[in-house]
Every structure is written in C-alpha cells, then in structure tokens.
C-alpha cells in the first residue's frame, strides 16, 4: 500500500538501467521480452531429480529476466510483482491445463498453490516472503476456486544453493522441507501446484513435491517463471 502511495508521487526508475521509467523501461522490458518464451515450455533438468512433479516455464532464466527477478527479491524492487505475476501466469495456466485433476480441483474442493519456502536464512535477510505476493497477482484471472497457501517451512538449515551442482543441491535439501502441521489435514488428496521463481536443478520444486505428498497431496504439479537454458528443452510446447 505504501509503495504503491509513494509510485504515485514518484515515478520509480527501471529496475535494470535505472532511467526515469518504470518499474522497467521499454529497452529493458524488450530485452525481458527476448528471453520468454512464444508460449510455455516443460522445464527438463538434466539429470531429472527423482520425483520432480512436471514443471511449466514462460521463460529462459538468464540475462534480463533473472535480473528482474534478482531486482524483486534482493533489490527491494517489490513494485515488479505484477509484471513478473503476469510472466507467471502462463506457465500456470500451461501446467492446469496440462492437468485434469487440477481442472477439477479447480471446479470442486479448491486448488492449493504453494510457493516454495525461502531458506531461514533467506526469511531474515529480506524481511518478508516475496514470492507470496508475486504468486498472489500471477493466479488472478486463472477462475475456478485457487488458494494460495504458505503450507511449507524449512525443517533445517541448508547451505546457499548458487554455489552447488545438481547432486549437492539434492542432497543439501533432501528432507528440508516439512508441511506446517495446521496444514496437513486440508492437503490430504489434494491437488497441488508448487511454485518457484527460477528453476535451475529442479532440486528444490522435487524436495517441495515430497514435502507435500508425504503430507498426502494426490497429484502435484509445478510452474515457474523460467528456468536455465540447457535444463529447458523444446521437447514440449503449450498449447
Ligand atoms: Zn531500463
């Protein structure tokens, strides 16, 4: 509410070149704009850790896009929620329509939308969750009944993943991820879409997907914004 009081007396700079136009500027949102995808695609890491539920990205997570994403989270550029919701929005309309039970959940009991926890240490740092919000605006308009539900927590502490290939980043989060005990009856069958901003190992959406099936979810799905180019292949496309 604040920030959105103070873009109205102060036009905010792109977030990426810092001129006087924002929350991105047309050269920047161009260059953002290079890196979507025509329409979403299946994120494929390679290798595939074991149980990672299917993953839809509109994009590549590289250059400008993962720097708008950086600029949100670390850059305390919330302003850009609703431009990434909207870069969201159709990889999670990719994965329910690649979905029949989603469908129905969505026609019935309710689909559960869960961004994936922040490390602890994450938490502190930047104060908030900031993947809530940006989730929040992206589900807007997909109809049916959505939930968007913080059902996870970190169990442990895990090292910083940026420095990690993908058999470390498995093993540093296998187990670290728990349902929040208030949550677990509400999960048993149902669907679940878990969300990430970028996907580059699949280590964490895989670690989110155990968290919630042991809980009982019945079918997970995920989406993400984009995801490393030599993780997502062409293989699929949507529609
Ligand atoms: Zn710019």
Known sequence: ?????????????????????????????????DCLHPSPRLALPSPLPPGMPSCWVSGEASGALRAVVTAYKDENRRDLRQTLGA?????????????????????????????????????????????????????????GCVVVADVLSATRVTRDQSTLDAGERASNLAGAMAVR???????????????????????????????LREAGAGEVLSAAIGATRKRAGPVRTFP
């Open 1 to 33: 509410m604040l920030s959105d009081l103070v873009d109205l007396v102060l036009p905010a700079s792109c977030a990426l070149c810092h001129r006087p136009a924002g929350p991105l500027c047309p050269d920047c949102r161009r260059a953002v704009d």
């Open 87 to 143: 870069w969201l929005a159709p990889a999670m309309r990719a994965a329910l329509g690649d979905s029949a039970p989603a469908l129905r959940a969505m026609r019935g009991r309710g689909l559960v939308v869960v961004p994936v926890p922040g490390s602890p240490r994450a938490r502190r740092r930047r104060g908030d969750v900031p993947l809530m919000p940006l989730v929040t605006s992206a589900v807007v308009g997909l109809g």
């Open 181 to 211: 005990a208030r949550h677990r009856p509400s999960l048993e069958g149902a669907v679940c879409v878990v969300v990430d901003d970028l996907v580059t190992t699949g280590a964490t959406l895989a670690e989110a997907a155990r968290a």
